[in-house]
Nanobody, 124 residues
């Protein structure tokens, strides 16, 4: 139901914008998140946003560089990534939270639906 896109190969310092669209289900009533998983690492939350976009969360390593946003009318979630670093290299996944409230959003278990992932590679 979720499809992520926008990944690619870029040099350090560049920007990318990831998008996540849905088919068959609106996103407006759920918080959403972006996760990433690098080879040999666990999947980690990168950013999350409440259903109404009034609250958001970022892991420390992306604060000030990444921005999560959403357009509920278009059923689309975004992740604007600026000043990319080689350590940002990973497969990025979008996900829809299983809860209506924005209380639990840091664990993969908190999410019910997942996109297929889009690869971001940042070269030094």
């Amino acid at each position: 139901q979720l499809q992520a896109s926008g990944g690619g190969l870029v040099q350090a310092g560049a920007s990318l914008r990831l998008s996540c669209t849905t088919s068959g289900r609106a996103i407006s009533d759920r918080s959403m998140g972006w996760f990433r998983q690098a080879p040999g690492s666990e999947r980690e939350v990168v950013a999350a946003i409440s259903a109404g976009a009034k609250r958001s969360y970022y892991i420390d390593s992306v604060k000030g560089r990444f921005t999560i946003s959403r357009d509920n009318d278009k059923n689309t979630l975004y992740l604007q990534m600026n000043s990319l670093k080689p350590e940002d290299t990973a497969v990025y996944y979008c996900a829809m939270n299983r809860y209506i409230s924005f209380n639990a959003y840091q664990r993969p278990y908190d999410y019910e639906y997942w996109g297929q992932g889009t690869l971001v590679t940042v070269s030094s």
